[in-house]
């Protein structure tokens, strides 16, 4: 692996992102490339099964926050191996939810776990970039990502772009982890992080991908930020619901009725 992996390595030669390096994004690519086949049970195992909860209290969440109205087309983002893909084409019965992922790999797990479900003719997958998406200007009622914001190299234009997309009166919904609400709390949480999660990452020879999770983690920045920044690039209403304690947060945004400029041209 290490011969193919642009950036940084670590001791195993698994990819070691960096963000202060030029070819971030590619790094961030080869780490999902290296992670793929693993990706589902390892999330499952050091959420220790709470990522089981947190996707479906995003959606709940999200029917709290949104105005009634039919959804029709929803984007998921960053979809990963799909599992949240899935889960809102069962929650929203009739609408087509598309995958988009800039990593092949977990794009073709996500393909072959959806035609499994009954929902599959309304999964669609895509290789698709978060900084430069390929869909018309209002093409989508919601916006999903889960876990992807602290791998982006630009917050801000993928807002942009995600505001783009979505039709005035759409939702974003972003699920990330976060500081925790409660200081002591804060201190379990990164001394798992810091500590269990790399550790646990070596024994399945994945040492880079383990520590840069943590790293990652620091690099966001706080709730009420990134609030802020959903507002700046065009969203306005919106709100933010902390799960397991501040863990994970549930980030919701309603597309405003004018998108500011800004967003990447549509090609
Ligand atoms: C931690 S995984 C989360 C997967 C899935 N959303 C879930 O809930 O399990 C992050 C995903 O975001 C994707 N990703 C990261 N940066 C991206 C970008 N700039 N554009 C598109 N996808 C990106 C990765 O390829 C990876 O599949």
């Not at 072959?112 to 479900?117: I, P, Q, V």
């Not at 997309?165 to 804060?186: A, S």
Request: net charge positive.
């Amino acid at each position: 692996m290490a011969a193919d992996t642009p950036g940084r390595v670590a001791e195993d030669g698994s990819p070691y992102p960096d963000r202060s390096r030029p070819s971030f994004e590619k790094e961030v690519r080869a780490m999902f490339t290296h992670i793929a086949g693993r990706y589902e049970w390892f999330d499952h195992l050091a959420s220790v099964g709470q990522d089981y909860l947190w996707r479906p209290r995003a959606l709940w969440a999200l029917d709290r926050f949104r105005s009634p109205g039919p959804i029709r087309r929803i984007l998921d983002l960053g979809c990963g191996t799909g599992e949240f893909q899935r889960l809102a084409a069962r929650h929203y019965g009739s609408a087509v939810v598309v995958g988009g992922d800039f990593t092949a790999a977990m794009l073709r797990r996500a393909r072959a776990l959806g035609e499994r479900t009954r929902q599959r003719d309304r999964l669609a997958h895509l290789r698709a970039n978060a900084l430069a998406l390929p869909f018309a200007d209002a093409s989508f009622d919601l916006v999903l990502n889960a876990f992807v914001l602290r791998n982006l190299s630009d917050i801000d234009r993928a807002f942009r772009e995600m505001r783009r997309v979505l039709r005035p009166g759409g939702v974003l919904v972003t699920l990330e982890i976060g500081e925790p609400v409660r200081p002591l709390m804060g201190t379990l949480f990164h001394a798992y992080f810091d500590h269990v999660v790399p550790w646990m990452g070596r024994s399945v020879k994945s040492a880079g991908p383990y520590r840069y999770l943590p790293e990652s983690l620091r690099t966001l920045p706080p709730r009420a930020e990134l609030l802020d920044r959903m507002r700046t690039a065009g969203f306005g209403r919106t709100a933010a619901d902390p799960q397991s304690m501040g863990i994970v947060t549930t980030f919701l945004a309603e597309a405003g009725a004018e998108a500011p400029p800004g967003g990447h041209p549509r090609r």
